[in-house]
C-alpha cells in the first residue's frame, strides 16, 4: 500500500504563485508515474501534469506554460510549482501514483483557493 500525502494548498490572489508537495511512503518515484490532478466542485478529476520513471513530462493544455512538475527522488517527494494562478485553478490538487502493473493511488488532496 503506498501512502501520498499532500500539502502546501492556500488561499492565493490571482496571479500568485504556489508550490504543492507529495511526499510517498516508499521508494517509487524512478518506477512509477507520478502525477497531479485537480477537481472543482462539479467537475471532473483532470490531469495537471505527470511525471514518468524516465522523466517525460506530460501538461495539460489548460495549465502548460504556468506549471512545472518535478520530483526529489532522494527524498521520495514531487512538486507542483504553479505560477500566474487564476481563479479557475481553485480546485482540491490531488497527487497521484501509478504502478508499472496498473495500480493508481490518491493522495487525500489537498485545497487550492485563487481569489481576491
Known amino acids: 500500500q503506498v501512502q501520498l500525502v499532500e500539502s502546501g494548498g492556500d488561499l492565493v490572489q490571482p496571479g500568485g504563485s504556489l508550490r504543492l508537495s507529495c511526499a510517498s511512503s516508499?521508494?517509487?518515484?524512478?518506477?512509477?508515474?507520478m502525477g497531479w490532478y485537480r477537481q472543482a466542485p462539479g467537475t471532473e478529476r483532470d490531469l495537471g501534469a505527470e511525471?514518468?520513471?524516465?522523466?517525460?513530462?506530460n501538461y495539460a493544455d489548460s495549465v502548460k506554460g504556468r506549471i512545472t512538475i518535478s520530483r526529489d527522488t532522494a527524498k521520495n517527494t514531487i512538486f507542483l510549482q504553479m505560477n500566474s494562478l487564476k481563479p479557475e485553478d481553485s480546485a482540491v490538487y490531488y497527487c497521484s501514483a501509478k504502478s508499472p502493473t496498473g495500480l493508481h493511488y490518491w493522495g487525500k488532496g489537498t485545497l487550492v483557493t485563487v481569489s481576491s
Open positions: 516508499g521508494s517509487i518515484l524512478s518506477v512509477w508515474i
Open positions: 511525471v514518468t520513471s524516465f522523466g517525460r513530462i
